[in-house]
């Protein structure tokens, strides 16, 4: 069973930058499109950014210009460096990734979601 893995987030201020990441939790076959989710209380989950294999990115309109997507496919990886993070910005974000585990079909798995509170 795979498992993805999230790290990086935490309690910062209006302004201040995070990096989430994602990680596979053992080897796999293979590693599609990769993104991230966030939910905020009472607010349906939205789609933050999404980045196919190779390395296509789309980003939601609230987001341009300060958040970025990355990955590294050697490390099953993908990465969410947000700066001048606005208290909106205040969710769980969740990391989805489309891969193939040896002998398995292709499909979604999904981290168990890391706390981003942006406050002063």
């Known amino acids: 069973q795979v498992q993805l893995v999230e790290s990086g987030g935490g309690l910062v201020q209006p302004g201040g930058s995070l990096r989430l990441s994602c990680a596979a939790s053992?080897?796999?076959?293979?590693?599609?499109?990769m993104g991230w989710y966030r939910q905020a209380p009472g607010k349906q989950r939205e789609l933050v950014a999404r980045i196919t294999s190779d390395g296509r990115t789309n980003y939601a309109d609230s987001v341009k210009g300060r958040f970025t997507i990355s990955r590294d496919n050697a490390k099953n990886t993908e990465y969410l460096q947000m700066n001048s993070l606005k208290p909106e910005d205040t969710a769980v974000y969740y990391c989805n990734a489309n891969l193939q585990v040896t002998g398995l079909a292709p499909r979604d798995y999904w981290g168990q979601g890391t706390q981003v509170t942006v406050s002063s």
């Open positions: 053992r080897s796999i076959f293979r590693l599609y499109d």
